[in-house]
C-alpha cells in the first residue's frame, strides 16, 4: 500500500503525534477529569451568589464607594452570607462583572497566613463591564477566602474538603 503524507500533516506531524500518543496511553472508557464550575456574579461591592442571591443595590463610581459602603455594611452581611463548601479537585469559578461600570478582579486564595502560604490560589483582573472570565484552579482541602480588591467586596469563605 503506497501512503502519500501531505505537507500539512508533515507540517503538523509531531502534535498529531502527539495527540495520538496521548489517545493512546489512556485506558479504554477514561474520560479526562471535568472541572466543576463555580458560577459567580459581581455587582457594585458584592458578588451576589455569596450573599444569598440579594443585590443589595449599592452604587458604586470606583474603590472609594465601595470601601465606604462595606465599612458600614460587612460584618452584618458576612454574618448572612452563604459559604461556599465544595470537595476537593478542578475547578473554574467563572466570574462575571454585572452593572459594575469599572474594570474588576478575583482573588481566591487560603484563608489566614498559614493557609494563604499553603494553600493553592488564583487571582486575576481585566473583567470589564458586562465580560465574564475563567479561573482555573485544583482545589486542596482548607480554608479559603474569595472578594474583588478591584470592587472592594468582603472576604467570603470558601471550605474545601
Known amino acids: 500500500m503506497n501512503c ?18 496521548s489517545a493512546l496511553a489512556l ?8 472541572a ?9 461591592c458584592q458578588f451576589l451568589e455569596s450573599e444569598n442571591g440579594v443585590d443589595h443595590g449599592f452604587r458604586s463610581s470606583g474603590i472609594a464607594d465601595c470601601k465606604a459602603i462595606n465599612a458600614r455594611t460587612a460584618a452584618d452581611r458576612l454574618a448572612k452570607a452563604k459559604t461556599l463548601e465544595l470537595t476537593a479537585g ?21 484563608d489566614g497566613l498559614l493557609n494563604r502560604a499553603r494553600l493553592p490560589s488564583v487571582s ?14 485544583t482545589l486542596t482541602p482548607g480554608q479559603y477566602v474569595y ?9 467570603y469563605l470558601l471550605v474545601v474538603r
Open 4 to 21: 502519500r503524507i501531505s505537507k500539512s500533516f508533515r507540517r503538523n506531524g509531531l502534535a498529531l503525534a502527539l495527540l495520538a500518543a
Open 27 to 34: 485506558p479504554v472508557g477514561f474520560a479526562a477529569p471535568m
Open 36 to 44: 466543576g464550575i463555580v458560577a459567580l456574579t459581581q455587582v457594585p
Open 90 to 110: 478542578q475547578y473554574v469559578f467563572r466570574v462575571a462583572n454585572r452593572n459594575v461600570s469599572y474594570e474588576l478582579g478575583f482573588w481566591l486564595r487560603g
Open 124 to 137: 486575576g483582573g481585566g473583567l470589564l463591564p458586562g465580560e465574564v472570565k475563567d479561573h482555573a484552579i
Open 147 to 155: 472578594s474583588c480588591p478591584l470592587n472592594n467586596t468582603p472576604d
